[in-house]
């Protein structure tokens, strides 16, 4: 009976029936010996490399159940003799400082299963013959093999009665069968075997350290050389990156060289087309005689509705004349030139307005597109310009900037450009700028157009024209024509008293006239507020009564009732210190007409009380009515007796009015009122009814504030709480309530 623990059974190849197995993997064993066998003793092995370069490449028995409990009687049986060949192979090794198995060798291999101190491989089926690998690691570093078949297979399991025959030995690489193979036919103990290999091991021992030394040197010197690689690749990337960056940058510098280019030649265009203008205007003739005249047009006015007819200071003369059904204004000059404007042309159809347009022409040069051959020859606003016009706003927008295009400006107010969000053939479409003082109009920036816009386009696209300086004077021209014309001498006289009150109205005048006109902003309001002044007192004509009633041209015209009540609301603003807009808004939602608003204004004239005062702006805060009835007289006597003074108002029932109880009695009321504003101050409802009587309150706490001398004191508070009520109404509007 064979004892596993003491020997082990080996046959040789022949005597198997193996041949099979080896013809599958003769070709691969050839190259490995052909390249000098002797160095693959020096060699580690793994056990993969075991399977597949000396078992070939053959299919190894699936791990399925039955095989995995036939692996693991097996294992147990294996485990023995491998624990007792190792045990012999380490007696032998003794004093080499060199032992084996997996304990020993912590740093090997770790891809089989640990059986007995040693790896064991997976089952692999050849020529129908199990063959299974075991590989014993050493502590320096190398390793024998054993390569089991089982003969009494059945070729599908190992069952526990299969015995496993050794029949190829491996050192390192090295196939060392022939070491231990059988003597004379004899088979060779386990002690024999162990022996063999732990001498060959041992004589192999120095030769193999040293080799892996050099081998390790190498991989290492290999590893450092590819770090250095992947760092030079790296290295190369970060140039090729920069390179690519390079080169869009490049092509984008010459993008914009190109642009820029463009825009050199239209400049150059440009600059070529002003220089011909400019050298145009140098070798033009002297300048005018019209260039010196210093005439006011108000004097003007005066002589030719007393006179008939001007003579100006440069010898021109300028009168009026009836030719069939048309009345037109003609200046002539020393030179034998005649000018001349009918007034239809004229919006207003006013004989002085023909007369104040063509002198401001003709002082300002520019009086040739009224230039005619004879006079009466009827020469409209529109008519052709002379060959050489001058330049004017409507014509030409002021050259901007190098760095803006040229054409007329409109703010883009609640959109920005996109296709079919502005009319098509602008210039440009600039962004938002701040220092622009129109940026407050120009939310999404700006757009340019070579030519103006219709106010049709401008409301339809909602846009507003931007315009220059040099166009203020038009537009002032044409305020003070028009809806400061009736009143030009009041508010030349508001402007020297009241400019804040003066340049809101203007302000108020400017955007009704022109909707689709930017208002000028910043610095700009004080250029625009002069040419306001100048314009109206060229406009401002004496009283109807030293004018003359027969005169031609003179109280034609009716007050504007839309004027009339501007006016009125500039006082009562002015008075109340409250803003216009302000004071328009309470009386289009309080008022009852202009007479109404005479009355209220004259009532405070007359009467005007820090309490009256105080109680109409309250009533502006509030929204509320308040009406002349609503004043209350002055306690003390005006100079002038006033038609029928109101009585004083009676005290209530009970109480009567002395300095002893007058005095507490306000108090009480006062601390009574800001206790009920203070209780409305966190109101909250979604009543429309019950706020407006909440609204109601808090007008009778301040008309009693008022009435008790401590609305002053308190207006913070008043106003606070109008704010919370009016809001809690405006909440209740969106909500659709």
């Known amino acids: 009976m064979i004892n596993p623990n003491q020997r082990i059974v080996i046959h040789g190849l022949g005597n198997i029936a193996l041949q099979p197995m080896l013809e599958s993997t003769l070709n691969l064993l050839k190259v490995v010996e052909s390249e000098d066998s002797e160095d693959l003793i020096l060699e580690s092995v793994t056990l993969e490399e075991i399977e597949h370069v000396y078992l070939g490449n053959s299919d190894f028995i699936p791990a399925d159940s039955a095989m995995f409990e036939a692996i693991s009687t097996q294992r147990q049986q294996l485990a023995t003799t491998m624990r007792a060949f190792t045990r012999v192979l380490n007696r032998g090794l003794q004093g080499t400082d060199i032992s084996g198995g997996v304990e020993n060798a912590p740093d090997g291999d770790d891809s089989g299963t640990v059986v007995g101190g040693a790896l064991i491989g997976k089952v692999r089926r050849i020529a129908g013959v199990p063959v299974i690998a075991a590989k014993i690691p050493l502590s320096d570093g190398q390793s024998t093999s054993i390569i089991f078949h089982s003969p009494t297979s059945n070729g599908k399991t190992l069952v526990n009665s299969d015995l496993l025959v050794a029949f190829q030995f491996l050192v390192n690489k ?81 993008s914009q ?45 005066q002589s030719i509705n007393i006179d008939g007819k001007a003579t100006l200071s440069d010898g021109s003369t300028i009168d009026v004349k009836t030719i069939g059904d048309g009345t037109y204004a003609i200046l002539q000059t020393p030179a034998g030139e005649t000018y001349q404007l009918e007034a239809k042309d004229i919006q207003g159809a006013s004989v002085n307005d023909a007369v104040g347009k063509l002198f401001k022409a003709y002082r300002a040069g520019k009086a040739d597109k009224y230039k005619v051959d004879n006079a009466a020859d009827a020469v409209s606003d529109t008519a052709a310009p002379a060959p050489n016009p001058e330049l004017t706003p409507e014509t030409e927008p002021t050259p901007a900037p190098d760095t803006q295009p040229q054409g007329f400006r409109y703010a883009l107010v609640n959109r920005p450009a996109g296709i079919g969000a502005v009319p098509d053939g602008q210039i440009a479409v600039l962004p938002k700028d701040e220092s622009d003082p129109y940026s407050q109009y120009a939310r999404n920036g700006v757009i340019v157009y070579p030519q103006k816009l219709s106010d049709e386009q401008m409301s339809q696209y909602e846009l507003k024209y931007l315009p220059t300086q040099a166009e203020y004077p038009q537009y002032a021209e044409q305020l003070a024509q028009g809806a400061l014309s009736e009143y030009a001498e009041q508010y030349i006289e508001l402007a020297k008293d009241d400019a804040k009150t003066f340049t809101k109205n203007v302000s108020l005048q400017f955007k009704k006239a ?62 109340t210190g409250s803003s216009v807009d302000a004071v328009d808004s309470w009386w289009t939602a309080n008022g009852s007409g202009n007479s109404a608003l005479i009355e209220l204004k004259d009532a405070l004239i007359t009467a005007p009380s820090p309490q009256n005062i105080e109680a109409l702006k309250s009533a502006i805060d509030f929204g509320t009515a308040f009406t002349a009835g609503d004043v209350k007289a002055m306690t003390e006597p005006e100079p002038e007796p006033a038609p029928t003074p109101e009585p004083e108002p009676q005290p209530e029932p009970g109480t009567e009015k002395t300095e002893d109880n007058e005095v507490p009695e306000l108090d009480k009321r006062s601390n009574d009122a800001i206790a009920a504003l203070k209780a409305l101050l966190t109101y909250q409802s979604d009543d429309t009814k019950a706020i407006g009587e909440k609204l109601q309150e808090a007008q009778n706490a301040a008309q009693a504030l008022v009435e008790a001398g401590t609305y002053e004191d308190n207006e913070s508070l008043v106003n606070d709480v109008a704010n919370n009520l009016i809001q809690l109404m405006a909440e209740i509007q969106k909500k659709g309530a």
Do not use: C, W
Not at 272 to 278: E, P
């Open 257 to 301: 060289v190109s642009s820029l280019s463009d825009q050199l030649a239209k400049q150059k265009s440009i600059n070529s087309d002003l220089q011909k203008q400019l050298d145009s205007l140098q070798n033009a003739p002297a300048p005018a005689p019209s260039q010196a005249v210093t005439d006011n047009l108000r004097n003007i006015k």
């Open 174 to 254: 090295r196939d060392v069968t022939h070491v231990v193979a059988p003597i004379g036919g004899k088979d060779v103990s386990l002690a024999q075997v162990a022996q063999s290999l732990s001498n060959l091991i041992e004589k192999n021992s120095g030769k193999f350290q040293k080799q892996q030394a050099m081998q390790k040197k190498m991989k290492d010197d290999i590893d450092a050389l590819q770090n250095e690689a992947d760092k030079l690749e790296n290295e190369r990337s970060a140039v090729m990156q920069q390179f690519n960056d390079a080169q869009n940058q490049a092509t984008q510098v010459s």
């Open 514 to 575: 022109f909707p689709n006109v930017a208002y000028p902003l910043g610095d700009d309001v004080n250029v625009f507020m002069t040419d306001v002044i100048a314009a109206l007192t060229d406009v401002a004509q004496p009283d109807n009564t030293q004018q003359g009633e027969g005169t031609e041209g003179a109280g034609d015209n009716e007050p504007d009732p839309m004027d009339v009540t501007q006016a009125n609301i500039a006082e009562i603003a002015n008075l």
